[in-house]
């Protein structure tokens, strides 16, 4: 059974950081690429990072570069998702998502599996 488990969510002050993390089993984690995707209330669902698991590049939307980082760690199956310098209009359910592909990542539709998803409020 595929399971992706998010976790680290939480309130946290402009500029401040906070670390999210995806718990993956089910699927052979060394073959798929993960990624991260936020919706805010009334918003469409977002990207916001993305890992590959055949070139091990990284993906990043422009509003969240130099800020967000994206790791893998394939012996614990898992994903992070730190964030740092976080900003009010950045308060969304993040969700972790993960696709058979290695490429088109920042696209949803290419994602396969999607977890519960986490709350992030960033207060002003």
């Known amino acids: 059974q595929v399971q992706l488990a998010e976790s680290g969510g939480g309130l946290v002050q402009t500029g401040g950081s906070l670390r999210l993390s995806c718990a993956a089993s089910?699927?052979?984690?060394?073959?798929?690429?993960m990624g991260w995707f936020r919706q805010a209330p009334g918003q469409e669902r977002e990207f916001v990072a993305a890992?590959?698991?055949?070139?091990?590049?990284?993906y990043f939307a422009d509003s969240v570069k130099d800020r967000f980082t994206i790791t893998r760690d394939n012996a614990q199956n898992t994903v992070l998702l730190q964030m740092d310098s976080v900003k009010p209009e950045e308060t969304a359910v993040y969700y972790c998502?993960?696709?058979?592909?290695?490429?088109?990542?920042?696209?949803?539709?290419?994602?396969?599996?999607w977890g519960q998803g986490t709350q992030v409020t960033v207060s002003s």
């Open positions: 998502a993960a696709s058979r592909s290695s490429v088109r990542l920042t696209t949803s539709e290419f994602y396969d599996y």
């Open positions: 890992v590959s698991w055949l070139t091990k590049g990284t």
């Open positions: 089910g699927f052979d984690f060394n073959t798929v690429s």
